[in-house]
């Protein structure tokens, strides 16, 4: 996992996600789901390539399930793009670099 993507859990999703200031790109996902793994490559070189305009969050729905739960996280992966606290975009299941990185341009 690059560096530049944090793990977030529901102890402190409130301080690293709805208070940031920069826009937070959130990926919730889980150890035994196929397609998270196949989207984690990306989302590492979205947040190399966003490093410094976006954060970049990982939360394992099987460990933060209050905070899945809060956001009707029904399927993953899930990726939830939050501007100023809300949620303004959204993509269920797997999809290209390309696409995600037109999910967070058109949120930011």
Same mark, same amino acid.
């Given at each position: 996992?690059? %560096?530049?993507?944090?793990? +977030?859990?529901? *102890? %402190?999703?409130?301080?690293?996600?709805? *208070?940031?200031?920069?826009? +937070?790109?959130?990926?919730? !996902?889980?150890? !035994?789901?196929?397609?998270?793994?196949?989207?984690?490559?990306?989302? %590492?070189? $979205?947040?190399?390539?966003?490093?410094?305009? +976006? #954060?970049?969050?990982? +939360?394992?729905? %099987?460990? *933060?399930?209050?905070?899945?739960?809060?956001?009707?996280?029904?399927?993953?992966?899930?990726? $939830?793009?939050? #501007?100023?606290?809300?949620? #303004?975009?959204?993509?269920?299941?797997?999809?290209? #670099?390309?696409?995600?990185?037109? $999910?967070?341009?058109?949120?930011?």
């Amino acid at each position: 996992m690059s %560096d530049n993507v944090l793990n +977030v859990g529901d *102890a %402190d999703f409130q301080d690293q996600v709805l *208070a940031s200031e920069t826009p +937070v790109l959130v990926d919730f !996902w889980a150890e !035994w789901c196929g397609p998270c793994k196949m989207i984690a490559p990306i989302i %590492d070189e $979205l947040a190399e390539s966003y490093a410094g305009r +976006v #954060k970049v969050v990982k +939360v394992n729905v %099987d460990h *933060a399930r209050q905070t899945a739960a809060k956001f009707g996280v029904r399927g993953i992966p899930t990726l $939830l793009v939050f #501007k100023d606290g809300e949620v #303004k975009a959204s993509q269920v299941g797997m999809v290209g #670099k390309a696409q995600l990185a037109q $999910l967070i341009d058109s949120a930011v």
